[in-house]
């Protein structure tokens, strides 16, 4: 059996599944406690179109005994969902009988199941901490990104540069090549792609590391190119039962850290908040 202190969503965000493994991994991270309590393997297998042996083996290859055994481990790595949950509607994948309200529930309750197995997920590793920390130690930081990913680096220059740090983003991909070339060992790259795949920004973060700054990715799959290569890739669950919504869920997740980090970065640390506090009110004078 996998040691006790690497936890299920830690494994999950590792390794490499098959589609059908995929789908009874995305119904078991979508779904409320409740539901996972009491969900038998036959349920599960219906309810992702796989096969009892399919839960059985996947059970096995996450490093459990059985099905019971791995729902414990996600029950107990869940405590933080154990807030009131609405019975009237279950999270699963849209229905055509569902009505505009069933259908903004299941979005936005799948969004929000999401947002907090990341936030278990963070808790089991170190990864958050070494980025806190490679940004405060950073001589200065570069972010790539491009197509929607450069929303959410725009979004991330955005917050940061407001605390006072050194951070530089550019939506042409030329210029964060021509910014990667000018990296330095003491640098900080942030490469932002949801596959990890993106040639523009993988070929920008290759070239960050040849210059010998570090590399940290945020990613919205595992076992990428860019994650290879990453001194601390940061991964986001596996996505949720809903038609067309991983990619949008994960843009959406991927903010979301980024306000994470701007508070990590500016608890305690008073010229940080000051540097906020002068940018604010300067821009208060500017909309007047």
Do not use: W
Request: hydrophobic share 45%; with cysteine.
């Amino acid at each position: 059996m996998t040691s006790t202190g690497d936890s299920l969503l830690h494994r999950v965000s590792r390794m490499e599944f098959s589609a059908a493994e995929k789908r009874v991994i995305e119904l078991l991270l979508s779904i409320a406690e409740y539901d996972v309590a009491g969900l038998p393997s036959s349920a599960i297998a219906e309810r992702t179109g796989t096969s009892r042996s399919t839960v059985d083996r996947l059970c096995k290859r996450l490093g459990y005994n059985g099905l019971k055994e791995l729902r414990r481990a996600l029950l107990q790595e869940s405590r933080s969902m154990q807030g009131p949950v609405s019975t009237h509607v279950v999270s699963d994948a849209i229905a055509h009988s569902d009505s505009f309200a069933e259908i903004a529930y299941k979005v936005f309750h799948s969004a929000s199941v999401r947002a907090l197995r990341f936030a278990d997920l963070l808790s089991h590793s170190t990864e958050l901490d070494r980025l806190v920390n490679a940004i405060r130690d950073a001589r200065s930081v570069q972010v790539f990104g491009v197509g929607a990913s450069a929303v959410v680096a725009l979004d991330l220059h955005q917050r940061l540069m407001r605390l006072g740090i050194r951070i530089a983003f550019s939506e042409d991909h030329h210029n964060q090549i021509a910014g990667a070339s000018l990296m330095e060992p003491g640098d900080l790259a942030i490469a932002i792609s949801y596959s990890g795949r993106t040639r523009p920004t993988l070929h920008a973060a290759q070239i960050a590391r040849t210059r010998g700054a570090t590399l940290a990715a945020v990613l919205g799959v595992s076992t990428s190119p860019l994650e290879a290569i990453a001194d601390i890739p940061i991964i986001t669950p596996p996505g949720i039962n809903l038609f067309g919504a991983d990619a949008v869920m994960t843009r959406a997740l991927e903010i979301m850290f980024n306000e994470v980090l701007f508070h990590c970065l500016a608890f305690g640390n008073e010229k940080m908040m000051q540097n906020v506090s002068r940018i604010e009110e300067d821009l208060r004078g500017e909309r007047g």
